[in-house]
Nanobody
Framework: QVQLVESGGGLVQAGGSLRLSCAAS????????MGWYRQAPGKQRELVAT???????NYADSVKGRFTISRDNAKNTVYLQMNSVKPEDTAVYYC???????????WGQGTQVTVSS
């Protein structure tokens, strides 16, 4: 069983910074990708950023240059550093873990990020 626990969400002013963390526990395959998705009210869940166990990253165009994803493989933890946040970044942010070989996908419970203008 795999469990993902997110932390770091909250309220931040536009232009400010926030750091999200997500720790994975359980039986975790070594070849994997971790990442963040977000869902704003009334909108579909969308990709924010992903990172493989080898460090390859992928970002949504809307966050490129502002957000940075990183991970600590020894701790099975992924981070999302959010800088220069905008009101449109307001959403519930979900951590995800995907096993590349088996295709298994796991989700965290979500953490709210609210950016005030």
């Amino acid at each position: 069983q795999v469990q993902l626990v997110e932390s770091g969400g909250g309220l931040v002013q536009a232009g400010g910074s926030l750091r999200l963390s997500c720790a994975a526990s359980g039986s975790i395959a070594s070849i994997n990708a971790m990442g963040w998705y977000r869902q704003a009210p009334g909108k579909q869940r969308e990709l924010v950023a992903t990172i493989t166990n080898r460090g390859s990253t992928n970002y949504a165009d809307s966050v490129k240059g502002r957000f940075t994803i990183s991970r600590d493989n020894a701790k099975n933890t992924v981070y999302l550093q959010m800088n220069s946040v905008k009101p449109e970044d307001t959403a519930v942010y979900y951590c995800t873990l995907r096993f590349i070989v088996s295709g298994g996908v796991y989700w965290g419970q979500g953490t709210q990020v609210t950016v005030s203008s």
